[in-house]
């Protein structure tokens, strides 16, 4: 485990408010010798699946060790459980809300508490802000103490819920969805390039790529592979299929929206 | 007080621009081992209330020993004095501008210096840029040193102004406005639970709250208290009375703007 | 050299995304005691000069020692190089892009080097995301070592671009251009206060600022110098004149736009 005790924060919290800040205080204060680190805090309000999907595709990033405090809750108030995880040389601090699904399936050595442990959090202290009260002390107790044996009794079951994914038919074509818009306004989709070549081969040709009413034929190496202005699919840095338009804005250009199908197949054009 | 110095920054500099980077880098290159926190920069622009405010109800999320440098300051380039405050456990780094009013009337053991050593800051090197130029520099020394005493002359009276707050009328009902909207739309008020329910006991059965056009019947445990659509008034993380709409954004569905009344009394809706 | 490694980041990844929080998981994966600050990641999409001519303008407002990791990298998948360079008691990664244009003919002491060493970055995982492929893990390197030597082989030629700047005709004239516009809506130019008052003196009281069909008299002191609602010129805090509009948004009451024309002279309005 790394050297220095490091928590990562993932929540749907925004930017534009004093809430992120509030959870740093609370590490701080338990744990003051921790690298606090922003993941992102603009998943789609509500979003646990979304927040699952980033989870999963991107702690892996961070060094060994880490501790990762996801808060997408908009159960928060209501008697969701927390629950601290350990698995992959990771920790993870979430709502029982599915939020942990995939690192669930991908850890071989998973293993779950539930966060009671009244010395750990302040759950009384508000009905609208646990990750003031609950999951950021939690976080900086498994930072400090480098485990999530104190947190509370183990937890077999958790709630599961559907991580975007993709899906492969019979016939080969593999149906996925979009997952995110980046700044520049690609599209990331849930379509895995190991995945997809185990189904299609590595020889992308013939592939057709089909959004919306558009359909992209092959996948491009580099931006340069297209014209300006025109559309391109990539295999995108967490390993999934994107679709941007060269010089533009493909979210805005080719009107896509939040979990839109996207479907991959061999294939010919007319 | 805190193992390790902490430095938390409060301005209305907003995220697009490097001011925030440039006030990092100068605590950085004073106290290297500091670390650096951002409570919140989108305070709205001059608002000097509106972040004593946020500074006075959020402080105690911090370690004790954290140093706040708290810039909003459209003074900035005229005489206001720069000043260094030590109350609470804290220290306050901030114009004398009224910023530190509600900190000052609720720290008991209240000190205040101005900051005038020439070895802390850097005052000419721009007349518009005091945050990086004399408030994070003077920030970083008092994380490093532990203390405000090196700073200047003892200061006695400091400029105050009103801070956000509810005041409450004789028959008992509680007047106060709306101070902060977050990334929800929902709406933070200065109606502060405490005082509420002292003065209207705490069953809020027959409560009514009062905003633009709209009477609210009761204060809701959770948003699973209302219809989805509907609007509702619950006691928010800070401890005030907060406004919103289920499954919705209250300040556009609702109408809502900064610094508008809200009133809390009891009563029967007709 | 600091007593604690820094590493700084400049992108134009925006605030939106996942990207900047993977960079800094990159870092702390091999340098877990960095302190890793944002500078800024705003630079406007793919525009090298801007993010140069901001590096230029602020790196020396962090400690000695400090690592910039500098991303604006349109050309990301293609072949051009990254290069790691010291110069000014700091150190420097990026794209060989002319992204350090500046740096280089500022530093004295300037040396570079390629980043060719296979155990500092891994350029296969993406074609997309050398931020946290490449750009980032070498500049963790870099802070761990203290040196730049075991990046690659000296480079002498770097890719050079024409960094905003302004220039000084025969009849004194200075022309430059808006390089930024800031949270308020201010409008930055490369004009210097150093070369102008070399070209023009030190008295400001006959200069005339133009800038689309308007003509600003004068540098004024404070925003008080004028009424409010009215535009003024004055010294930023980057050195450089800047075009503000007293308690106004200076871009939207005057239609100002990036890379525009602004000319500084002496004259008299008729």
């Given at each position: 485990m790394s050297a220095r005790p490091i928590v990562v924060l993932l929540t749907d919290f925004g930017l534009s408010d004093w809430f992120v800040g509030a959870m740093k205080g609370a590490v701080l204060a338990r744990c003051p010798e921790c690298a606090v680190v922003d993941l992102c805090h603009t998943i789609e309000p509500g979003a646990v699946a979304q927040a699952g999907w980033l989870l999963q595709k991107t702690f892996r990033d961070f060094p060994r060790g880490a501790v990762f405090c996801a808060v997408v809750d908009p159960g928060v108030g209501t008697e969701?459980?927390?629950?601290?995880?350990?698995?992959?040389?990771?920790?993870?601090?979430?709502?029982?809300?599915?939020l942990l699904t995939g690192i669930k399936h991908?850890?071989?050595d998973w293993k779950c508490r539930a966060i009671t442990n009244r010395d750990w959090t302040d759950p009384d202290r508000s009905k609208t802000f646990h990750g003031r009260d609950v999951f950021a002390p939690a976080a900086a107790e498994v930072a400090r103490l480098g485990g999530i044996e104190k947190a509370g009794e183990p937890v077999g079951a958790i709630v599961e819920t559907d991580l975007p994914a993709a899906a492969v038919a019979p016939d080969g074509t593999m149906a996925g969805t979009i997952v995110w818009f980046d700044r520049f306004g690609n599209a990331v989709t849930t379509i895995e390039r190991e995945a997809a070549e185990k189904t299609l081969g590595t020889a992308t040709g013939d592939w057709l790529v089909e959004i919306e009413n558009l359909t992209i034929r092959s996948v491009a190496s580099t931006y340069a592979d297209v014209a300006p202005g025109e559309a391109l699919a990539y295999w995108g840095s967490l390993g999934t299929l994107e679709i941007g338009v060269r010089n533009g804005n493909a979210r805005e250009r080719l009107g896509l929206e939040l979990n839109r199908p996207v479907r991959l197949r061999k294939g010919r054009t007319e």
């Open positions: 969701r459980r927390a629950i601290a995880a350990a698995g992959e040389g990771c920790f993870f601090i979430a709502p029982d809300n599915g991908l850890a071989a």
